[in-house]
């Protein structure tokens, strides 16, 4: 699943090693594929539509799950997405009340609402970025909750989030990391990228700090969307 430009996180990965002379190698993993959690160090997971996500699910289900939780134990980072994060947790109940079985790897639910939250978002999160800030834009009518195990990828400052009555958006667990925040995500927010590709090379490698980009255009990006977003409140 990759709606409203998703894939251009997987790119900002791949580029920003690139520049740095990491090799990276991206597998698209199709419905009906196995996956080897040995050979994958970091997971992404798009979002899609209600109809996407019923195939999905099952394809998960049968061909996926057991191969992805054993990731989650050899420390494999997971980047999930709008209905990505959604099937990373327990369940998506959807409009009709059927519920779509998830991953189980984020301690989450989600049931569908009447409403739709669209529109530019700005979180403060709880990773530890210098700049913690993070900004993006949701368009979702899922409403998600945390169980105990998960915390909050972030406070939501501007938007929605999660719920659109908790403030929370996101969460973390583990390795795993979700959220509603399309834009795409890391292009706009080069730091958490950065952070995401560390954890990913330290499954293998140890004391992994990456040498420093410039920044300015994705910087000025980020900033734009931070006033964009403010505009907005």
């Known amino acids: 699943m990759s709606t409203y430009g998703d894939r251009g996180n997987i790119l900002t990965i791949f580029n920003r090693c690139k520049l740095r002379n990491i090799e990276v190698n ?3 993993i199709d419905l009906k594929e196995r996956v080897d959690p040995k050979k994958i160090d970091l997971f992404f997971f798009g979002g899609g539509q209600d109809l996407a996500q019923v195939e999905v699910s099952k394809d998960l289900q049968k061909f996926k799950k057991e191969s992805l939780l054993e990731a989650v134990t050899l420390k494999s980072v997971f ?6 994060y959604q099937l990373l947790g327990s369940f998506y109940k ?25 529109g530019n978002i700005l979180i403060e999160t709880n990773t530890n970025l210098s ?4 900004v993006g834009f949701e368009n979702h009518s899922g409403k998600t909750f945390l169980g105990k195990k998960a915390i909050q990828f972030g406070r939501v400052v501007v938007g929605n989030g999660n719920n659109g009555e908790d403030r929370t ?16 995500l890391l292009p706009k927010n080069p730091r958490f990228a950065d952070f995401l590709i560390e954890k990913a090379l330290s499954r293998n490698y140890d004391l ?26």
């Open 94 to 118: 959807t409009p009709p009340g059927d519920e779509l079985p998830g991953v189980g790897i984020l301690d989450i639910f989600t049931v569908a609402g009447e409403r739709r939250m669209i």
């Open 208 to 233: 992994v700090k990456l040498k420093e980009l410039d920044d300015s255009i994705e910087n000025n990006a980020h900033q734009s969307s931070i006033e964009r977003s403010r505009e907005t409140e």
């Open 169 to 184: 958006e996101g969460a973390i667990q583990g390795n795993a990391y979700g959220c509603y925040l399309h834009g795409p």
């Open 79 to 84: 980047l999930g997405i709008c209905g990505g």
């Open 131 to 134: 700049d913690r800030s993070i």
């Open 26 to 28: 991206v597998l698209e």
